[in-house]
């Protein structure tokens, strides 16, 4: 049986992914700080008896022996990652030399969870693998944008130096229950502001850009990425239709019925203006296409959403 490590296991995207492998019969370890993860969403998992949880932050070497390793251990949303800058840069550059040391040493697959934010705000339009990025070094985003920046670079040190079989993925933005409820993305704000009919929060003028993809694509996509050969990426994974903010608030307000207002807010410093994925590379090397429509994933994030609100209130 193949021994899959999955860090950052315990966050919206590592949850997913455990169980998906759980299904497919792989022994599953999670390591998580539960630094923006939780244990809720694993719980239903512990019991599995090819399910092990390590407590750890991957800042400090781990010895475990694997197959395969997928490295999602870092906070995601922005509220999360600035919180603690510099402790983002440490998961992302000294996490990542010890994941692929750890890859290095038993020989197994690694799979790094990256990011469109290497884009920064693109000036190419919608982004291919081969646009270098427009990233502002200095800035508050920078923590995350250059500290993914550089767990690719040691990823693909590793995979020249070393022949550490690696894959880069590049993840747009997703969505889909076990987002945290406080995680600041715009999903999960507005779900929740829309469900507790409280004013919508736009920041700036709601025509920026994001493309939207449901989670079990995603999911579906990074165990295809991890079971085929001699791809090194990166390769971007994610939804091509791209939304105004705007719309995703309109679509919002419509699925849950609700009045709540709009409210303007200033637009946080190097938001991008713009996101979608050029997908041809992936559609072409493994066949995947995302499935699930924008309005049908929502309506499963919202139902989440409102049996969170409903158990906080009883
Ligand atoms: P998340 O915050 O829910 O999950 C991250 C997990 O990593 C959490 O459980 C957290 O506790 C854990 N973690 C953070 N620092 C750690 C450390 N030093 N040691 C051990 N565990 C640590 O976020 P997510 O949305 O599930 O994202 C997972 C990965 O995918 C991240 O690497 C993120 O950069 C990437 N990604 C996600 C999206 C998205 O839209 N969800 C988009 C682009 C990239
Ligand atoms: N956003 C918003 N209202 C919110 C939260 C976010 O208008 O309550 C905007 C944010 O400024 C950005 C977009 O929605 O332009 C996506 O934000 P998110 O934090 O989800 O992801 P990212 O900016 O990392 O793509």
Same mark, same amino acid.
């Given at each position: 049986? &193949? ?10 995207? !590592? ?7 759980? %299904? ?15 244990k809720?969403?694993? @719980? ?10 390590? @407590? ?9 022996? #694997? ?12 509220i ?12 992302n ?10 890859? &290095?040493?038993? /020989?197994? @697959?690694?799979? *790094?969870?990256?990011?469109?934010? +290497?884009? !920064?705000?693109?000036? #190419?339009?919608?982004?291919? %693998? ?9 800035? *508050?985003r920078?923590?995350? =944008? %250059? ?8 990823a693909?040190?590793y995979?020249?130096? $070393?022949? +550490? ?7 747009? $933005?997703?969505?889909?229950? @076990?987002?945290?409820l406080? =995680?600041?993305?715009v +999903?999960?704000?507005? #779900?929740?502001q829309?469900? &507790?009919?409280?004013? *919508? ?6 025509l ?24 090194p990426g990166?390769? $971007?994974?994610? $939804?091509?239709? %791209?939304?105004?903010?705007l719309?995703?608030a ?14 303007? /807010? ?15 590379? +992936? ?7 995302? &499935?699930? !429509? ?8 919202? =139902?989440?959403?409102?049996? /969170? *609100? ?5």
């Amino acid at each position: 049986m &193949k021994r899959v490590l999955v860090t950052g296991g315990a966050g919206f995207l !590592g949850s997913h992914l455990c169980e998906s492998l759980l %299904e497919r019969g792989l022994e599953t370890i999670c390591v998580d700080n539960f630094f923006s993860g939780s244990k809720d969403n694993i @719980r239903h998992l512990l019991s599995h008896p090819h399910f092990e949880l390590i @407590r750890q932050d991957i800042i400090h070497p781990l010895f475990v022996e #694997v197959d395969q390793i997928y490295h999602l251990a870092c906070p995601a949303s922005p509220i999360h990652y600035q919180y603690n800058a510099i402790k983002t840069v440490k998961t992302n550059v000294m996490g990542t030399i010890n994941m692929l040391g750890l890859a &290095k040493r038993t /020989k197994a @697959r690694f799979l *790094l969870a990256s990011t469109s934010e +290497v884009y !920064g705000n693109p000036e #190419v339009h919608p982004q291919p %693998e081969t646009y270098w990025g427009h990233v502002n070094p200095i800035g *508050l985003r920078s923590c995350y =944008d %250059e500290g993914k920046r550089l767990a690719e670079t040691l990823a693909m040190d590793y995979h020249r130096q $070393n022949k +550490v079989d690696i894959k880069i993925v590049r993840i747009f $933005n997703t969505y889909g229950p @076990r987002m945290a409820l406080n =995680d600041g993305r715009v +999903v999960s704000n507005l #779900v929740i502001q829309a469900l &507790k009919r409280e004013p *919508l929060t736009i920041y700036g003028d709601g025509l920026q850009t994001r493309s939207f993809c449901y989670v079990s694509d995603l999911i579906e996509g990074f165990i295809s990425i991890m079971d085929s050969d001699n791809i090194p990426g990166p390769l $971007n994974l994610g $939804n091509p239709e %791209e939304r105004t903010i705007l719309e995703l608030a309109e679509i919002i307000l419509k699925l849950t019925q609700s009045s709540a207002t709009i409210e303007y /807010k200033p637009l946080p410093s190097d938001d991008p203006i713009r996101r979608c994925p050029d997908i041809s590379s +992936v559609k072409e090397k493994i066949n995947w296409m995302p &499935k699930v !429509g924008l309005e049908q994933g929502l309506q499963k994030t919202i =139902d989440y959403f409102q049996e /969170k *609100l409903n158990l906080n209130n009883s």
